[in-house]
């Protein structure tokens, strides 16, 4: 008997419903979300940086599914390893055989991974940083891990009890026994390493929430201690890594940085099939897989999956023969320098930082007058309204999808496709100069909407 299934016919007769379906079945939070800032569009189709609507109308990317379309969408190196894969009929999972794309894919990647020697594959980012941990309490026989405030390294439980910032952790204790520092307070790890029991500190070499780079020489001085203590650093690039920040990892735009783990996932991906992957020494696998009765003592059910394998060597391909690195190092140093030369023009632009393609525009309290007691009026009801009236007309008005960087942050977080180049930087700097223009004017409608929103902040209270 033949089973008939046809996804475009589905597709065609009840795509409209997307929004309805998602109230109904899903988080019923994200479409009234959508709905209440402007953000329910309907795209119909995506490629590289951009999406269409039903009108043929283009809107920029520049979230990159947070990170995730690091070669933005549809590549087609990436698409066809896919269908090569899947015609290829693999005898993939049997869990009882070893077969050849995990390992080169694992191979590929460490080449570009001096100082680490083996790969642990899973599913997502939050699983890549559980593996991590377990492996550092494992190794270390020592139960505490330490993060950095304001950091985010998944929603798991493992990876919760390593997040920075308290909206994710409430209401979801008790988690594991872990203790935030101060990212670049080299006195406060200090502190924390004498008490014997820190097994190592979890750190993204950039800060997804807000952009905070960690300070020159930290990483490197913070790995010193850590080993003369018998501590590990775990390095959580799941976001900086693959090119973003225009080096390989983000950790090695400081010179002598050897991390013992590092976390992977996002644009390994290819934007098609979830991959993480775990990173690390030689010497740490080999004491967790310490023999033949502990070959199964961590492992994930689809991890090494073959399509997920063949998305990873097609994405590593691009990477080495497009130059990708080297253009988000190039084309991010464009935007981030055009946006800084803003900085004196605009009172409420208050900073622009990032590396790469990874670019906070932070905005802050102005000078004068009348847009002081504006935005006094906006923190007042809710931190973080400012930069969502500037998300809201980039996409309403000038079709660019961008996102604030994090709960009640005034920082726009810019995570574009590593492919973009001028053409999407003049875009971008332009749309935005004309958003800060109505910001800065005696009237816009930007006010009007930011009522909008304070009503909103009110009445969720």
């Known amino acids: 008997m033949t089973t008939e299934f046809d996804l475009g016919r589905l597709l065609a007769e009840r795509g409209a419903e997307r929004y309805e379906l998602h109230s109904r079945y899903l988080n019923h939070q994200l479409p009234r979300m959508l709905h209440t800032i402007g953000f329910d569009k309907v795209y119909e189709r995506a490629e590289g940086a951009y999406f ?135 006195a406060a790890l200090t502190r924390e390493l004498k008490k014997g029991d820190v097994a190592a500190l979890i750190v993204e070499p950039i800060q ?37 920040t225009g080096c390989f990892y983000a950790y090695q735009h400081e010179d002598g940085v050897e991390p013992d783990l590092v976390c992977v996932a996002k644009a390994l991906s290819g934007g098609y099939v979830p991959v993480g992957a775990t990173v690390g020494k030689d010497w740490i696998f080999k004491k967790v897989y310490s023999s033949m009765d502990r070959v199964l003592v961590h492992s994930a059910s689809f991890g090494s999956n073959a399509q997920a394998m063949a998305a990873g060597l097609a994405v ?101 496709p590593l492919i973009i180049g001028e053409r999407e930087v003049d875009r971008f700097v332009d749309a935005f100069t004309d958003v800060m223009d109505d910001a800065h004017s005696g009237g816009g409608l930007m006010w009007d909407f930011g009522k909008t929103l304070i009503k909103q902040a009110v009445a969720n209270r």
Not at 115 to 129: I, K
Not at 214 to 222: E, F, K, Q, S
Request: proline share 5%.
């Open 316 to 416: 590593l391909s691009v990477m080495e023969n497009e130059q990708i690195v080297a253009n988000a190092r190039a084309t991010g140093e464009q935007l981030k320098s055009r946006l800084a030369a803003l900085t004196d023009k605009y009172e409420l632009l208050a900073d622009v930082r990032g590396r790469g393609l990874m670019v906070g525009i932070e905005f802050g309290r102005p000078d004068s007058l009348k847009l002081r007691s504006r935005w006094t009026m906006l923190q007042a009801a809710r931190k973080g309204l400012f930069a969502q009236m500037v998300v809201v007309p980039l996409l309403r008005r000038h079709r660019i999808l961008t996102q604030v960087s994090g709960d009640h942050l005034e920082v726009i977080k810019l995570i574009p």
């Open 52 to 186: 269409w609507d039903a009108d043929g109308d283009d809107y920029l990317d520049m979230l990159a599914g947070f990170g995730v379309m690091g070669l933005g969408r549809h590549h087609p190196v990436v698409r066809k390893a896919l269908h090569d894969v899947l015609d290829a009929s693999l005898a993939d999972l049997t869990r009882f055989d070893c077969q050849p794309l995990p390992g080169l894919l694992a191979e590929k990647l460490l080449a570009h991974s001096p100082h680490l020697d083996r790969v642990f594959f899973g599913n997502s980012g939050t699983e890549a940083v559980e593996t991590a941990l377990k492996f550092a309490r494992f190794v270390t026989g020592r139960p505490r891990i330490l993060y950095c405030d304001h950091a985010f390294h998944g929603l798991t439980t493992g990876s919760l009890s390593v997040n920075g910032e308290s909206g994710f952790r409430d209401g979801f204790a008790p988690l594991l026994p872990d203790t935030a520092v101060p990212l670049g307070d080299l």
């Open 208 to 244: 997804g929430k807000g952009v905070h780079e960690a300070p020159p020489g930290y990483l490197r001085a913070a790995q010193e201690l850590l080993h003369r203590h018998k501590a590990l650093l775990i390095a959580d690039e799941v976001q900086t890594g693959l090119g973003r």
